[in-house]
Nanobody, 126 residues
Framework: QVQLVESGGGLVQAGGSLRLSCAAS????????MGWFSQAPGKEREFTAAITRSGGATYYADSVKGRFTIFRDNAKNTVSLQMNSLKPEDTAVYYC???????????????????WGRGTQVTVSS
């Protein structure tokens, strides 16, 4: 199992920016597609962004396209999420996850990810 630890959350005003980071250990990081998910109070966990093993392809939820950027550094075993033009509706706990390489479904399904961090809180004030 890979261990994932998120950092970088906090309180920011609408229109501001945050960068979340996720440090991975325990497995060959570069072998796994990585994803970020968010979960707002009372709601299900939902897909935010994903990046393939080499970083050659990225995928985003429609709600964050053009505002968020996912990137990774395989030499440092980290995956990050740059969040710009934040909105109050972005308020949530954000989780980093590694995707099971045997899963062939959509990148946005939580089912395909088998290791999760504990999350980091992002709060956007209006």
């Amino acid at each position: 199992q890979v261990q994932l630890v998120e950092s970088g959350g906090g309180l920011v005003q609408a229109g501001g920016s945050l960068r979340l980071s996720c440090a991975a250990s325990g497995r060959t990081f570069s072998s796994y597609t990585m994803g970020w998910f968010s979960q707002a109070p009372g709601k299900e966990r939902e897909f935010t962004a994903a990046i393939t093993r080499s970083g050659g392809a990225t995928y985003y939820a429609d709600s964050v396209k053009g505002r968020f950027t996912i990137f990774r550094d395989n030499a440092k075993n980290t995956v990050s999420l740059q969040m710009n033009s934040l909105k109050p509706e972005d308020t949530a706990v954000y989780y980093c996850a590694s995707r099971n390489p045997d899963y062939s479904g959509t990148y946005g399904s939580t089912v395909g990810y088998d290791s999760w961090g504990r999350g980091t809180q992002v709060t956007v004030s209006s």
